[in-house]
């Protein structure tokens, strides 16, 4: 099959960006399955990937996105292995997107967690455009790649560096967000926050686990804002992070606010537990700043309504989870990474 054009790709993306926002019966049906094979999957949760995926394959953030490569340099299809994450619904898509839209073939082992939707989103995609069979295979054990992509816990990163050492590579490790609160933030503005904690249940890279608060910050008026998204605690998965970490909280006296559905402490650490907010004051905003860009590497990006100068994405309340096409995980560009493999000279192949 000969390689797509630039036009193409942007009519087959567009048309399943309308699939994805427009869902039909099948897809549906999928949607509100979910939640049998991944209890954190629910129905609402996964619509909400779905859209948001959908929303940004449009013709016109397509077209400025692919516009800022060259995608006609790369005359040799090279085999792409790609381990994808689980932690939130679909949340591989973009690495997918990335090396079909760069010519490349796709060999994807998809998350036990998250297999079913990924693939039947790419068979519609096929049946959209013709052009991508054969770009992409399913498989349980990566072999015969030229170069990797990986999603993983710090743990497991340690294992793709070493395996992955011999050919070129995108290692990603955890990550976390955060917020920075002025105090001068209105219900509305916090409320939008309560999004960037909650959503997907808090399991994403790009949800805050942390805010960064001056030091005679009031919680009351913080508290009142996310009051609203209470109904979360009906979750029994989350219900039991939530009891299980507040049970540790009391035992060992730690001093700690809770609402009910939310714990929120004061640590120095930067990852929290789920159904816990950690935060961490702040003398001046400069000091602020110092601190995130010291842990840069750390952090996925850093919500707040103030313009700050911090090395991560700044994302305004309430978009930390709607990232754009050009919102590479980690501040890598993908797109650039395979685009440009052709300059690592040789083929090179694991070792296994």
């Known amino acids: 099959m000969s390689k797509l054009s630039r036009t193409q790709l942007i009519n087959a993306f567009s048309t399943l960006g309308e699939y994805l926002t427009n869902p039909d019966e099948q897809l549906s049906e999928i949607i509100s399955t979910e939640r049998q ?50 932690n939130i619904p679909l949340v591989g898509f973009h690495d997918v997107l990335c090396v079909l839209a760069t010519g490349n073939h796709a060999l994807i082992k998809a998350s036990a967690q998250d297999a079913r939707l990924i693939k039947f989103i790419l068979q519609k995609l096929v049946s959209i455009e013709p052009g991508f069979v054969g770009q992409f295979t399913f498989v349980e054990r990566l072999e015969n790649f030229d170069a990797v992509i990986a999603t993983g816990s710090n743990n497991t990163s340690r294992y793709f560096e070493y395996y992955f050492s011999k050919v070129p590579h995108i290692i990603r490790k955890n990550r976390n967000s955060l917020a920075v609160l002025t105090g001068y933030e209105t219900a509305a503005q916090l409320h939008e926050l309560g999004h960037d904690i909650f959503d997907y249940f808090g399991l994403g890279c ?63 650490r ?25 842990v840069s590497d750390q952090i996925q990006c850093v919500v707040s309504s ?36 052709y300059t690592f000279g040789v083929k090179l192949k694991a070792e296994r």
């Not at 537990?273 to 110092?290: G, H, I, M, N, T």
């Not at 305004?316 to 650039?336: E, H, R, V």
């Open 37 to 86: 094979y991944n209890a954190w999957f629910t129905t609402n949760n996964v619509t909400k990937a779905v859209t948001a995926i959908g929303k940004t394959l449009n013709t016109e953030q397509l077209t400025t996105w692919l516009n800022n490569y060259d995608l006609d340099k790369n005359t040799t299809s090279k085999k792409i292995g790609l381990i994808l994450a689980g």
């Open 206 to 268: 790009r949800n805050v686990s942390k805010l960064l608060v001056p030091n005679d910050y009031d919680f009351i008026f913080f508290f009142e804002s996310i009051q609203s998204y209470q109904t979360i605690i009906d979750h029994h998965k989350y219900n039991n992070n939530y009891d299980y970490n507040k049970s540790i909280y009391l035992v060992n006296g730690d001093k700690h606010f809770d609402n009910g559905f939310l714990l929120v402490k004061e640590d120095a």
């Open 270 to 294: 930067w990852v929290s537990p789920l159904a816990v907010l950690y935060y961490e004051y702040y003398d001046s905003l400069q000091s602020a700043e110092q601190k995130i860009n010291e």
């Open 306 to 341: 103030t313009l700050l100068n911090v090395t991560p994405q700044l994302v305004d309340f309430g978009m930390s989870q709607q990232p754009g096409l050009t919102d590479y995980a980690d501040g890598i560009d993908t797109m650039g990474f395979l685009s440009n493999l």
